[in-house]
């Protein structure tokens, strides 16, 4: 559904990591360029095998990307919030988007088609350094994730995956580090190559040794270092 631009402004772009280091005018012009639109929970941006059209940076709300296989297996990539990009590479590489993209809360994002991102890129040639900064980033976090499924125990996968959330998205409170989306077991299996099985009864043990708690679609750390000490 299409939105007005009301709401949110150039302003808003200062903190994305496409656009890190752009002057307020620069950004002025990329808000210009772009267009607006608001996601309720649980709907399609775009899907994996389609098109791939546009550069889309998420404003408002997480993002949950995930990549299926023919046989129904379905493997969760990341989590984007605000200020993230997603769906960007698929312009240069071979115009397929290789997830899904899906809104997990209300969802406002901003995207651009690759003629205008050329064009922005040609303006203000630092976007395609940040462009290139990012791959980088989601590459290597691509390669420690093989790492972790080849070389780790079970328990250590999903303590890696709930501390990379908690990075990404804690909220720090008396009670310990609560993610600040809804997320249950079946994502962080999805997350970690894991079974929903294993991942409950991992989470069921954490929880009697104080090092978690969970309720619907919500998990809370009691205790980051402890989770930490896990993964070594």
């Known amino acids: 559904m299409a939105s007005t631009h009301g709401s949110f402004g150039a302003k808003d ?28 929970r649980h709907m399609t941006v775009f899907s994996q095998g389609g098109r791939a059209e546009r550069a889309h940076v998420v404003l408002r709300g997480r993002v949950r990307i995930t990549q299926g296989d023919p046989h129904g297996g379905l493997l969760v990539i990341r989590f984007i919030g605000p200020g993230e990009t997603f769906g960007t590479l698929g312009l240069y590489t071979n115009h397929i988007y290789p997830a899904t993209a899906a809104s997990v809360t209300e969802v406002v994002e901003m995207s651009w088609s690759e003629a205008d991102l050329g064009a922005l890129i040609a303006a203000y040639p630092g976007i395609a350094i940040n462009l290139v900064r990012i791959a980088g980033q989601r590459l290597h976090e691509a390669q ?26 804690g909220d720090t409170s008396d009670k310990g580090t609560s993610i600040s989306f809804p997320i249950g077991r079946k994502d962080v299996a999805e997350m970690c190559g894991a079974t929903l099985h294993t991942v409950s009864r991992t989470f069921r043990a954490w929880e009697k040794a104080g090092l978690l708690s969970t309720s619907r679609q919500q998990i809370i750390v009691s205790d980051l270092e402890r989770l930490k000490r896990l993964t070594s």
């Open 144 to 169: 420690e994730r093989l790492r972790e499924l080849a070389t780790q125990r079970v328990a250590h996968r999903i303590a890696h995956v709930l501390l990379r959330l908690a990075a990404q998205a």
């Open 13 to 40: 772009l200062a903190g994305c990591e496409l656009f890190a280091g752009l002057t307020p005018c620069a950004l002025d012009h990329v808000f210009r360029a772009g267009r607006v639109r608001d996601f309720p």
